[in-house]
Every structure is written in structure tokens, then in C-alpha cells.
């Protein structure tokens, strides 16, 4: 990253926008991107072309992947509104956003997209009907939060009518009647719950079917792509459990990190399986794990109701065989602090820290039947002060919080 998110450091050195779709957040987490991104996004405004799409900002004469590339013009301001409220940069731009989605829906006049690159990478084939139509959609959805940013009803309402029709078009491809075909169900199902696709009343199917998917996999481990793989990490944690993801990203088994690191990777393979001069073994692409440490092992993540982190989710994660996780990640409003540690069996010490002016929706699992104690700032809090305490979900504003639960 050398003014440029490129995808590796050797061979291409390209901004390619695949990369940034599936680790944007990951980079986010890390660092101060605010800065990085918005010059990003002014790549790709000098990058784009009227009546095509490119894959690269600064253009590099590539121009077959499609969508799933160029979107991440749009999808990268999302990123800088949710995690850091850049509204500014979302009324700056937002007249071009609109002329892009009118290019977007030439190249694509029935909705569903049929050309380009799909979940790259990935161990089975994956259409780029699903991914494709799947950041379509995510674009559309984008753009009808832009349009409530900027109080305008009336692309509001076109952009919320294009994601029901682009969400009921993959509905209807991948989920109401059989994919017989030979597909990544991994990838499959994973684009279909992270995406909001499977009706409520289905989704306990649409876990089964993910869950048996993951159990299918080499090893039990992800064979997913460069979307499909952020999409699982996300999709498995929320539905099934992060313990789940935990065993694939802890194991040393192919396909996975872990055997990486144990082949002697320093550096993440833009491949599962090491390659030798044709990939590169240093490359951003699966890179989206980092993101699931944030997410769930720490559980500090944004509220699109509160963009910028005024409010915010911590929900953090304690999978068996891990003895605590350290996490802060620097907000618009301060350090956000989400450490846990294991201190004997069944019990276990949160501390998190709330910037001034924000509040921590706090979740903490499997608190039922335990013993809850809490201070604040040093100072042991009565449990009643604390509204829901003995639920595991509640509220904490500015402070800095140790809580213990315990058997009771």
C-alpha cells in the first residue's frame, strides 16, 4: 500500500477494485483509511469510462471483471461514510454516483449480471450471476442510503425498488429452485444470507444448507473466492456460530491461513495452495480474515444506524481452545477498547473502553444462569444501574468497563 491498494507486490502492483470490495473493512480496522480511500475514489473517478467498465484505479488497460471491480468506486464511499460519517464526501459526489448507476443499468438493462469475473479464485466454479447481481445490488442499496443522506425521497425510493428487483432476481436463480449445476455452495449460500436474499421464514434452511456446505469442504475448511470468502467468514459467524469460523481460520489443514503459515507464508497467497511463480504469494485477497478479527473475536462493529461509530456494536466471541483476545480500533470519537480473557472455567473477564459522546451496544453470549459483575472506571457499579445487565445485552456509554461473568 504505497498510495495505491494495490493487489500484490511483485508482479502487478494494480489497484484492482476486487481487491477492495472484499478487504476494504479489513484495511479500515487496521489503519486510518479515511485519507487513503477518498484519494481512491478520485482514481477511479479519473479511471472510469463512460459506457464500460475498468478493474483498476489508476486504469491499467484492464477492463474484463466487470462490475464486481468497478463497484468498489461506490462501495469504497460507503465504507468511509459508515466508518467514519463522511457525509461530506457522499453530497460531493453524489450526482456522479447517480450517472454511474444509469451506466450500470445500460450495461445491465435487465438487472441480472451475465459478464465478467466471479468469486476469483475459488476451489468450484461460482456464476458471476450471483456474485455480479449481488454488488449490484449492493450498489443499489448504497445509493438508496445516499439518497436518504441527502433527503431526496424520490431516488430513494427508485434505488429501494432496484435492490427488491435485483434481491427477488437472485431469489428466484438460487434459492427457490435447485442449482444442479456444479457450484461453490459455500459461496452460494454465504452470498445468499449475507446479502439479506433468503426470506425470513427460510432461513433456518438456508443455515442448514451453508453449514453442510462448510462440513463439505476440503477438510471442513472454505474452498471460497475473493467474495466468498469475507461473505462466509461474515455469513457462518452470524447464522451458524464463529466458532465455527474459528476452527477453519485456527486449523493448519488445507485449505486454509494456518496452512499458510505453517508452509512458511509471511505473507497471505493470493491462492489456497501456494504457487510457484504463477500467483502471487503476497497478496491482499483473502486478507478479509482480518476483518472477522475485528468483528467477532473483538466484536467491535459499526451501526449503520449511527454511522461514524456515535453508536456502536460489541459483541465479542469466546471460542473454545482460545485464551483471550485483545482488540481496540481507533474511532471518530476514540479508542474503542474489547479485550477478553479466559480466567478459569466458565468464567471470563471483559474489559472495553467507550470513547466521550458515543454508547457501546454491548452483547455478551451464553450469560444466562451466570453471576455478572461490573465496574466503572475502577468503581464496582451495582447491576440494577445498568439496565438489562443480567441479559448480556445492553448499553454502556463513556468509560472504561471491567466485567466479570461467572457460574453462579
Same mark, same amino acid.
Given at each position: 500500500?504505497v498510495s495505491?491498494?494495490?493487489?500484490?507486490a511483485? !508482479?502487478? *502492483?494494480f489497484?484492482?477494485?476486487?481487491? @477492495?470490495?472484499?478487504?476494504?473493512?479489513s484495511?479500515?480496522?487496521?489503519?486510518?483509511?479515511?485519507?487513503?480511500? !477518498?484519494?481512491?475514489?478520485?482514481?477511479?473517478?479519473?479511471?472510469?469510462?463512460?459506457?464500460?467498465?475498468v478493474?483498476?484505479?489508476?486504469?491499467?488497460?484492464?477492463?474484463?471483471?466487470g462490475?464486481?471491480?468497478e463497484?468498489?468506486?461506490?462501495?469504497?464511499? /460507503? /465504507?468511509?461514510? @459508515?466508518?467514519?460519517?463522511?457525509?461530506?464526501?457522499?453530497?460531493?459526489?453524489?450526482?456522479?454516483?447517480?450517472?454511474?448507476?444509469?451506466?450500470v443499468a445500460?450495461i445491465?438493462?435487465?438487472?441480472?449480471?451475465? $459478464?465478467?469475473l466471479?468469486?476469483?479464485?475459488?476451489?468450484?466454479?461460482?456464476? #458471476?450471476?450471483l456474485?455480479?447481481?449481488a454488488?449490484?445490488?449492493?450498489?443499489?442499496?448504497?445509493?438508496?442510503?445516499?439518497?436518504?443522506?441527502?433527503?431526496?425521497?424520490e431516488?430513494?425510493s427508485?434505488?429501494?425498488?432496484?435492490a427488491?428487483?435485483?434481491r427477488?432476481?437472485?431469489?428466484?436463480?438460487?434459492?427457490d429452485?435447485?442449482?444442479?449445476?456444479?457450484?461453490? !455452495?459455500?459461496?452460494?449460500?454465504?452470498?445468499?444470507?449475507?446479502?439479506n436474499?433468503?426470506?425470513?421464514?427460510?432461513?433456518?434452511?438456508?443455515?442448514?444448507?451453508?453449514?453442510?456446505?462448510?462440513?463439505?469442504g476440503?477438510?471442513?475448511?472454505?474452498?471460497?473466492g475473493?467474495?466468498?470468502?469475507?461473505?462466509?467468514?461474515?455469513?457462518?459467524?452470524?447464522?451458524i456460530?464463529?466458532?465455527?469460523?474459528?476452527?477453519?481460520?485456527?486449523?493448519? #489443514?488445507?485449505?486454509g491461513?494456518?496452512?499458510?503459515?505453517d508452509n512458511g507464508?509471511?505473507?497471505?497467497w493470493?491462492?489456497? $495452495?501456494?504457487?510457484?511463480?504463477?500467483?502471487?504469494?503476497s497478496?491482499?485477497?483473502?486478507?478479509?480474515?482480518?476483518?472477522?478479527?475485528? !468483528?467477532?473475536?473483538?466484536?467491535?462493529?459499526?451501526?449503520p444506524?449511527?454511522p461514524?461509530? $456515535?453508536?456502536?456494536?460489541?459483541s465479542?466471541?469466546?471460542?473454545?481452545?482460545l485464551?483471550f483476545v485483545?482488540?481496540k480500533?481507533?474511532?471518530?470519537?476514540g479508542?474503542?477498547?474489547?479485550?477478553?480473557? *479466559?480466567?478459569? @472455567?466458565?468464567?471470563?473477564?471483559?474489559e472495553?473502553?467507550?470513547?466521550?459522546?458515543?454508547?457501546?451496544m454491548v452483547n455478551?453470549?451464553?450469560?444466562?444462569?451466570?453471576?455478572?459483575?461490573?465496574?466503572?472506571?475502577?468503581?464496582p457499579?451495582?447491576?440494577?444501574?445498568i439496565?438489562?445487565?443480567?441479559?448480556?445485552?445492553?448499553?454502556?456509554?463513556?468509560?472504561?468497563?471491567?466485567?466479570?461473568?461467572?457460574?453462579?
Amino acid at each position: 500500500m504505497v498510495s495505491v491498494q494495490s493487489d500484490c507486490a511483485a !508482479r502487478e *502492483k494494480f489497484g484492482y477494485g476486487g481487491d @477492495l470490495n472484499a478487504t476494504s473493512e479489513s484495511y479500515i480496522n487496521n489503519y486510518d483509511m479515511k485519507g487513503i480511500y !477518498r484519494k481512491t475514489v478520485y482514481d477511479w473517478l479519473d479511471a472510469m469510462k463512460d459506457s464500460s467498465f475498468v478493474d483498476t484505479a489508476p486504469f491499467a488497460g484492464v477492463q474484463y471483471c466487470g462490475i464486481s471491480w468497478e463497484s468498489a468506486y461506490l462501495t469504497t464511499q /460507503y /465504507y468511509l461514510y @459508515l466508518y467514519y460519517n463522511d457525509t461530506d464526501f457522499v453530497k460531493e459526489l453524489y450526482k456522479t454516483n447517480i450517472k454511474w448507476m444509469e451506466k450500470v443499468a445500460k450495461i445491465h438493462p435487465e438487472g441480472m449480471v451475465n $459478464k465478467g469475473l466471479s468469486d476469483h479464485e475459488s476451489l468450484e466454479p461460482v456464476p #458471476v450471476q450471483l456474485t455480479g447481481t449481488a454488488h449490484y445490488l449492493k450498489c443499489a442499496e448504497i445509493m438508496e442510503t445516499f439518497a436518504e443522506v441527502m433527503d431526496d425521497k424520490e431516488n430513494k425510493s427508485k434505488y429501494g425498488q432496484l435492490a427488491d428487483h435485483l434481491r427477488t432476481l437472485i431469489k428466484n436463480e438460487f434459492w427457490d429452485k435447485p442449482v444442479n449445476g456444479k457450484i461453490n !455452495r459455500q459461496t452460494l449460500f454465504s452470498t445468499l444470507l449475507y446479502h439479506n436474499i433468503v426470506p425470513k421464514n427460510e432461513l433456518e434452511a438456508a443455515k442448514d444448507s451453508l453449514q453442510k456446505a462448510l462440513y463439505s469442504g476440503p477438510n471442513g475448511h472454505l474452498n471460497t473466492g475473493i467474495f466468498g470468502t469475507k461473505y462466509a467468514l461474515e455469513a457462518i459467524s452470524k447464522n451458524i456460530s464463529p466458532e465455527e469460523v474459528y476452527k477453519v481460520v485456527n486449523s493448519k #489443514v488445507y485449505p486454509g491461513w494456518g496452512f499458510m503459515v505453517d508452509n512458511g507464508a509471511t505473507t497471505i497467497w493470493e491462492t489456497w $495452495k501456494e504457487s510457484d511463480g504463477v500467483f502471487s504469494n503476497s497478496h491482499p485477497m483473502f486478507g478479509s480474515v482480518s476483518e472477522w478479527f475485528y !468483528r467477532w473475536l473483538g466484536g467491535i462493529q459499526p451501526d449503520p444506524e449511527n454511522p461514524g461509530f $456515535k453508536k456502536f456494536v460489541l459483541s465479542p466471541s469466546t471460542p473454545a481452545g482460545l485464551e483471550f483476545v485483545n482488540t481496540k480500533y481507533e474511532s471518530p470519537y476514540g479508542t474503542i477498547v474489547s479485550n477478553w480473557k *479466559k480466567e478459569s @472455567l466458565g468464567t471470563y473477564r471483559y474489559e472495553m473502553a467507550i470513547p466521550k459522546n458515543s454508547i457501546g451496544m454491548v452483547n455478551l453470549r451464553e450469560v444466562a444462569s451466570k453471576e455478572i459483575s461490573i465496574t466503572k472506571n475502577g468503581v464496582p457499579l451495582k447491576n440494577n444501574s445498568i439496565k438489562n445487565l443480567e441479559t448480556g445485552k445492553f448499553e454502556l456509554n463513556e468509560g472504561d468497563y471491567s466485567i466479570v461473568v461467572s457460574p453462579k
